[in-house]
């Protein structure tokens, strides 16, 4: 199996999951905090995302995949608080600042790395 192609699918996969669980909280509490991270794009197959969620998300260490890290911490997140539970982020250095990126992510659109 190609390992690019495989990276590709966790990336896409991982969007999916983000999306699912946006949306499931958005039936919950459409007013929570967590869902001014990302803007909804209208068909609700892709988002782009603020520059909050970057700077709260990103990891601050060196990271192989810091894209998918951050969506499956901000997945995580979202999953926690449907539920309920604790979903704050914990960042390693407060100060750490991650660089900025191409903030919009789409399920049809070629992948930002």
């Known amino acids: 199996m190609?390992?690019?192609s495989s990276l590709a699918d966790d990336y896409f996969s991982q969007v999916e999951m983000v999306l699912?669980?946006?949306l499931e909280l958005q039936e919950i509490n459409p007013d929570h905090e967590l869902l001014s991270?990302?803007?909804l794009c209208e068909d609700k197959r892709g988002f782009t995302r603020t520059q909050e969620l970057i700077d709260r998300y990103s990891p601050r260490k060196a990271h192989p995949y810091p894209g998918l890290f951050l969506l499956a911490e901000y997945q995580r997140s979202l999953e926690c608080a449907t539920r309920g539970m604790d979903y704050?982020?914990?960042i390693e250095d407060?100060?750490?600042k991650p660089e900025e990126k191409n903030l919009a992510v789409k399920l049809d659109d070629d992948l930002p790395f």
Do not use: G, P, S
């Open 2 to 4: 190609n390992k690019m």
């Open 20 to 22: 699912d669980a946006y």
């Open 37 to 39: 991270l990302i803007q």
């Open 88 to 90: 704050k982020f914990k």
């Open 94 to 96: 407060e100060n750490a």
